[in-house]
């Protein structure tokens, strides 16, 4: 099986996190999202682990929250220690309804607008991360209006190209996001910061990519933050004391995937950031990092009912399934892979190569082309793996498809973590 958290148990069916995923089905129904709350704590605490081992106690990974936002994910992230990467008001919002402590929070996005800065404010966001100049003013405005000094850090740009796929690549030059060092404009960004009466600069931030596998990404990032980090400390003085270094370690999908031994390449990371600084004559930052995916996705599953199996004598097979690109669009979006299994029937022989697609009205609504299954019967359920991190997150209500429920599992026990959305819900705002 693709994870440790998927086995088969003693009556055939596919269990996940210790339980009948088959029952699961039975009790919550179809389209399901399940989190394996164990693998989230787990994942939790091996980057604690591995970020005080290797960078010190002051260090702290920030769990990036547009992976997978609901209020059960920050309440965990709390007890586990973990600070969270918000992007807009609504993942703030969720975050204080969770009781989440709001001074461990950083802001991201490369628009946030004066109602989201005040907001965010109001809420006690600790941190913004900065994306542009203009932001930086209405920040600076807002925070002068409300009598505060906001902390902030600044994006940048390394300028790296972190080799995956373009829509998620984000560290080079010319990126929607950030200011760039290679231009000089980072440098007049900084000088300029530093003049501004509401805003305190606490340190930079980059964030190079995701579902990156490359092995010295994060050192080559590492180097140009800590060199231009430590140009400014000497040049305006300033103390500069964080460096976030963004998300991005990649998951496994399918077998065929790449592994990334995470507290492995974090204590190369880190030693490489200490020879870095040592030749900087500098003290190492107090060193962040956020991920999001190698947190949530592998804790993650999605389990559908299958319905029409259509074959086209001498062309192909399709599955469809009673969910699709409205749960999980990232098939259609980046061409994305994912593992599948027939639940009830996991190590039958796959005879029926298929494409397993779901009910929208529209052809580009797969979930994974090119699989081999057991044959499936109309009513049995399949498991999509992987799917903790951006499923659920992306979710749209095309073609006024209603989105799922999320259920927790642990060995002992499952719950409802957000409840699956009713017809009603589906014309709350229509006027
Ligand atoms: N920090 C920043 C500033 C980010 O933009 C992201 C992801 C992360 C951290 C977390 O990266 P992770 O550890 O999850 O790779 N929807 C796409 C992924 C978009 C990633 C956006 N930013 C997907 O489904 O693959």
């Not at 790449?258 to 030749?279: L, N, Q, T």
């Not at 989105?403 to 060995?411: F, Y």
């Amino acid at each position: 099986m693709l994870s440790s958290n998927i086995t088969v148990g003693e009556n055939g069916h596919l269990y996940f996190a210790g339980q009948d995923t088959v029952a699961l089905a039975e009790q919550y129904g179809t389209p399901l999202y399940l989190m394996d709350e164990g693998r989230i704590r787990d994942n939790m605490r091996m980057y604690r682990r591995a970020f005080s081992e290797s960078f010190g106690p002051e260090a702290l990974p920030l769990y990036a929250s547009k992976a997978n936002a609901f209020k059960r994910i920050y309440e965990i992230a709390k007890e586990e220690g973990m600070g969270v990467d918000v992007v807009s008001s609504g993942e703030i919002y969720t975050a204080v309804r969770a009781g989440f402590p709001m001074e461990r929070a950083y802001f991201h996005s490369n628009n946030k607008t004066d109602w989201d800065i005040a907001f965010a404010m109001d809420q006690g966001v600790g941190y913004f991360v900065v994306d542009n100049r203009e932001e930086l003013d209405a920040i600076d405005r807002i925070a002068g209006e409300k009598g505060i000094r906001q902390k902030i850090l600044l994006r940048l740009t390394p300028g790296i190209d972190p080799h995956t796929y373009e829509a998620v690549a984000t560290g080079q030059v010319d990126s929607k996001f950030g200011t760039a060092i290679e231009t000089g404009q980072a440098r007049e960004m900084v000088s300029y910061t530093l003049g501004l009466p509401h805003i305190d600069l606490k340190g930079f931030h980059c964030h190079v990519g995701s579902q990156v596998f490359g092995e010295d990404v994060y050192e080559r990032a590492s180097d140009i933050m800590l060199t231009f980090l430590a140009q400014c400390r000497r040049e305006f003085g300033a103390a500069l004391e964080q460096l976030d270094m963004g998300g991005g370690y990649g998951v496994r999908y399918v077998d065929s995937d790449g592994y990334v031994d995470i507290p492995a390449a974090i204590a190369r990371v880190a030693a490489h950031m200490k020879a870095k600084c040592a030749e900087l004559g500098m003290d190492l930052p107090e060193i962040h990092m956020e991920p999001g995916r190698s947190i949530a996705a592998d804790a993650g599953m999605t389990l559908y009912t299958v319905g029409t199996v259509k074959k086209i004598t001498g062309y192909k097979n399709y599955v469809s399934v009673d969910g699709g690109m409205t749960d999980n669009p990232r098939y259609a979006l980046y061409g994305s892979k994912y593992t599948v299994y027939l639940a009830s029937r996991p190590t039958d022989p796959c005879d029926l190569p298929c494409d397993v697609v779901g009910r929208c009205c529209e052809s580009g609504d797969i979930i994974q082309p090119k699989v081999d299954l057991p044959e499936p019967r109309r009513g049995e359920i399949l498991a999509v793996c992987t799917t903790g991190a951006y499923n659920y997150s992306m979710a749209s209500n095309y073609n006024r498809v209603a989105r799922p429920a999320m259920v927790m599992v642990t060995p002992e026990k499952s719950y409802v973590a957000v409840k699956r959305e009713s017809l009603e819900d589906l014309v709350r705002n229509d006027v």
